[in-house]
Structures are given as C-alpha cells and as structure tokens.
C-alpha cells in the first residue's frame, strides 16, 4: 500500500503541535513523566514500522500462469459440457469460398506466393492446421451450432506455444473502444492485475468469438478495429456465422479462412445409437439429419429425448426451435423453467449475454427507493436500541448522501486482505494521527486512546483493503466471495471508527452498536457489488422471479449444461437458447 504524499507531512504537523500542547500545558513539572509515555507509544510506532519493512521484504507476489488458469477453465468447460461422452462429435472443416479470405500472398507473408493451403481438418489436429497458416490468423465460420464454441475450447487446449491462447466474447466489446483496450481490461478483470501487460507484451493469442453476436450496424466498424489493431506479426482466431461475416465490408487482414461442415448421418446415427438405449431414433433419422446436423441440436436431441419418443419431431413445423423449448423442462420443472426466461429477458434487454452477478441489481426497476426502504430498516432498530429519536434522526442525515450513487452499477472489489505489506504502516500512521489530534483537542486520556484506537482501525482497514487480489479469479463464486470479504472490511472502515467516536463522546455503547450497524448496513447495499447483489436477490426472490439461493442455482445449471461458465460471467449454452427462452417470458 502506497500512502499519499501528504499524509506524512500532515501526520506529523499534528503530532508535534499536539505534543507541544501537551508536553508543556501543564509546565516542565510533568513533561518528563507524559515523555516517558510518549517514547513508548513511539516506540511502539517504531516497531511497526520495522515490520513492515520485513514484510515488505518477504511478500512478493506469485507469478501469474495464465496458460494454466485458462486451459483448467475450459477443460472443466468440456467436462461439465459432456463434450467426451461417449465420444467427441467429429467436426470437420474445408477452406473457406475466396471471397472470406484474404490475398494468399498477404498470408504467407511473401508477395512471391500466391498458391492456396489446404486447411481441411479435424478437431485431432487443430494445431496443425493452424499451424500452416504462417501468418498465425484464421477465421472459423459455421452455422449456428455448427461447433464454433467446440472448436474455440479445442484449439485453447490444444495449441502450445509462447503466446497463450485466450478466448474473448465478442458480444460483449463495441467497436467504438480501443480493441487491445478492452482484451487488457477483461484480461484484468478475470485473472487479476498481473494480466493487464501481456496483451501489450505480446503474450496473448486473441480468441475472439461471436464476431456475428455484434451488432449488424457496427460489424463494418468492428472489422476496421480488428485489423487496426493487428500489428507486425501478431496472430488471431475469430469465429462467426458465414453470412454475418460474408456481409462485412472487409475481410480480417491476413487471415485464412475454414467453414465447419454439417455432421453427416453415419456421424449422427453413430453418436445417437452409442449415447441412448434402444434403437428408438432409428426409425426417424433418415427424416430428422437435416434438422440433427449440427452438435447442438444432437446434443439437444440426445437430452430431450433421453427417455421420451423421438417421434414427435416429425410433426412439428420447427423441430429446431422445438428442440430449443423443450430442453429446459426436460432437466428442471416449471417453476426453475420460469427463473430461466426471467435471466433470458434480463439479458436480451441489456444486449449482452454475460450473465454477471453484480449487474442483477441493474435489472431492478427501482433499486434506489428499495434501497432507501431497506436503510431505513436498521436506523429503526438503531433508534429503538439506543432508546434515542435523535440516534435515527441522525443516520437518516448519514444516510442521504449514500442514495445518490445506489442506481449505478458497482462492479466487484477485485481486493481483499491477503496482503500486509502496508499494515504496520497504516496503524502506525492512524496511532499517530489520532494520538494527535486527541492532543490538539485537549481530550482525556482514554479519550485521546480511543480517537488514536479509531484512526488505526480506520488506517488499517484501508491498507488492507487496497491490496488487490493475487490469486487467480476464473469463477464466479470466488469473485462473490473476494468481494464479500471487501465489503467485510470496507463495513469495519466505516462502521467502527464511527461507533468508536459516539461512545467517545458520550453516545455510549448501545448508540454506538446501532449508528455502526445501520451506518455499515447501508454503506454495504449503497456500494458494495455483493451487497447490492444481496438486496436484489432478495427483492427477486420475494417476488417469486428468481430462487433465494442463486448463485447456487446458477451452479447447478452450469452443471447441467444450461448455462456455460465463461471466466467469472455465466452465459446460456448458446444465444439460440437464450432468445427463445426471453421470447417465453414475454
């Protein structure tokens, strides 16, 4: 922890004007004694700081692994994804038509060669077909559950090399920022500050997916972005539908191009035969491959129709977006089908489709009067501890300010106390200052030890919580629970050195429970993410949208295969679900 430039020069303006005042305010007779006890709590001071420059010495931060973290993310993603069971479907690809790729000499990176590479592949050997485009940027195009998402994971788990392969959802960048920009700041947001240089650095291969999840109007803008920020040999991955990337103006420079191909029907009937029991989908596959051509729809099939009679299919108008109805109630009932088309429509109204925790209570129509109704909760109960109508009178002063800023979205603290390096520093400085300034103010001594106790809470909670975290975040449960820890300590930055300053001044003990109760209660719903998560989850809950325990709920979806983890934001499985889900809750 860095401590402002000024602190130490005001710290010690206080204390020696406090020090002269109370060193010679009552003559040289009990200076010598008051110095005896000013030389220890010096003394002290100075011990504090002696250990924290050994700490500081010793609390050097681990390396980020950032090839690690992310290959543990995605192949836990395949195994809840179930993409091995009973065996992985076999994508293929061809080359691209001419017109989505870009001059072959520009991507041999020669004027002098002009002959086209066979990229025709598998998922067995995604590295090597990557691996022949010597520019390092290809394309991967397919049709909606063509097995874009399956390839993207492959290709993380499968290409080694000095630049790590990171996957990054379009959906959620727009053109109008700065590309590298955004990749450093999802990068920071997900695996912590220690990621913020390597995109710059060179050390990340950009996985961009969902080129068409971006907006028609911005998709021309969003080429010109991509190959603005290509520089001199970096590499790129970008995935999307073939006609929403046929209709940009410009192809990515320097990228080949492959089209994923439909799944034939040996592939579907093998898939089909080894996943069920029976020999039920016999009967129907010669009428229903065109519909289970792609892994999405197979796998949808293959869980709709786990123990039901395929049939049905062949008399319905859509079977693909029957598939798509009938999958939730196949694993939940109607009640969790419901919290399902609730977050769909949440989603589909934001334009995003990262499911984060901490943006829930932005889906509140009128988050800032619930905000105020639950504040006033604790500074009801505060005055009736204290037996004081003044002690509600003033937390309803305190609490104003606090709900001008309830409407916005707060994003996790990504801080919590793992650190200690500024600890010894910031309760030296607190001690000090509030010593000091007890001095000024001619206070008792158990006054005087109480502000200075105060100050040091104040200090420390403050170094503690401007640590940023050092550890690996790649769930969203571990960022909920790094950023309750913050709220924690941000509440006792807060809560105690105020309930420290009524006692002290005459509030007495009750008055000072209950102004840091309701102080700290509403600083937590104000502005801490997961105290504001917590306020609309329960609004949620009490009105029947969503369950009370969410983010386990959440959990089990993920497990089931309803939603798929993507760093510390959950997503439907596919945008298909999502919007037919949002279209159920209209």
């Known amino acids: 922890m860095r401590l402002p430039r000024w602190t130490w020069p005001v710290v010690t303006l206080v204390v020696a004007t406090g020090l002269f005042l109370f060193l010679f305010r009552d003559g040289w007779e009990l200076a010598d004694q008051k110095s005896s006890v000013l030389g220890m709590a010096f003394g002290g001071a100075g011990l504090l700081l002696a250990l924290s420059q050994w700490w500081r010495g010793r609390s050097a931060p681990p390396a980020l692994d950032l090839a690690e973290a992310v290959r543990a993310q995605w192949r836990r993603e395949e195994r809840i994804r179930g993409v091995h069971d009973p065996y992985p479907l076999p994508v293929r690809w061809a080359n ?23 990229l025709a592949g598998t998922l067995d050997h995604v590295a090597e077909v990557y691996a022949a485009v010597p520019s390092g940027r290809l394309v991967v195009l397919g049709r909606a559950g063509s097995g874009k998402t399956v390839f993207t994971t492959r290709f993380v788990l499968g290409v080694e090399g000095e630049r790590v392969p990171v996957i990054f959802p379009l959906a959620s960048w727009h053109p109008t920022t700065d590309l590298l920009t955004w990749m450093t700041d999802r990068l920071v947001r997900e695996h912590g500050p220690e990621a913020g240089g390597l995109v710059e650095g060179g050390r990340i291969l950009p996985v961009l997916d969902g080129f068409d999840e971006i907006a028609p109007d911005l998709r021309d803008l969003a080429i010109r972005e991509i190959n603005a920020s290509l520089g001199d040999g970096d590499p790129l991955v970008l995935t999307s539908r073939v006609d929403e990337y046929a209709a ?185 200052g509030g010593a000091g300034t007890g001095l000024l103010l001619d206070l008792s001594p158990p006054q005087t030890a109480l502000l200075a106790l105060a100050c040091a809470v104040l200090a420390v909670a403050t170094a503690i919580g401007a640590n940023p975290v050092e550890r690996l975040v790649s769930d969203p449960d571990r960022l909920l629970r790094i950023d309750r820890t913050t709220s924690v300590v941000n509440v006792v930055k807060m809560a105690v050195p105020i309930g420290i300053v009524v006692a002290l001044f005459g509030g007495g003990g009750p008055r000072a429970v209950a102004v840091s109760v309701a102080i700290g209660f509403a600083q937590t719903i104000a502005y801490q993410a997961w105290g504001r998560f917590g306020l609309a989850r329960a609004y949620f809950a009490a009105t029947g949208k969503l369950p009370w325990r969410l983010m386990a709920f959440l959990r089990e979806a993920h497990r089931r295969g309803v939603l798929r983890q993507a760093g510390p934001v959950y997503q439907f499985r596919h945008a298909r679900l999502r919007d037919r889900l949002a279209r159920e809750a209209d």
Do not use: N
């Open 248 to 432: 940009a103006a410009d192809v990515v420079t320097g990228a080949a191009a492959v089209v994923l191909a439909d799944l034939d029907a040996a592939d579907v009937e093998k898939y089909l035969r080894l996943s069920t029991r029976g020999d039920k989908w016999a009967p129907v596959l010669d009428r229903l491959h065109p519909v289970l051509g792609t892994p999405l729809m197979l796998t949808l099939a293959r869980t709709v129709y786990d123990t039901a009679d395929p049939a049905e299919l062949l008399e319905v108008p859509d079977p693909e977006d029957h598939l798509l109805g009938r999958y939730v109630p196949a694993l939940y009932g109607e009640r969790e089908r419901r919290y399902f088309r609730v977050l769909a429509e949440v989603l589909v109204r934001r334009d995003t489709h990262d499911l984060a925790w901490w943006r829930l209570p932005s889906a509140v129509k009128a988050y800032e009067p619930l905000y105020v109704v639950a504040a006033c909760v604790p500074v009801l109960v505060g005055a009736l501890i204290s037996g004081s109508v003044m002690v509600g009178a003033l937390l309803v002063v305190l609490l104003i300010p606090w709900t001008t800023g309830v409407a916005t979205d707060q994003p996790p603290l990504r801080l919590r106390p793992v650190s200690w390096t500024g600890f010894p520093v910031a309760a030296a400085v607190g001690l000090l």
């Open 96 to 118: 691209a038509p001419a017109d989505l790729v870009d001059h072959w000499p520009t991507i041999h990176r020669d004027p002098d060669r002009d002959e086209p590479i066979d």
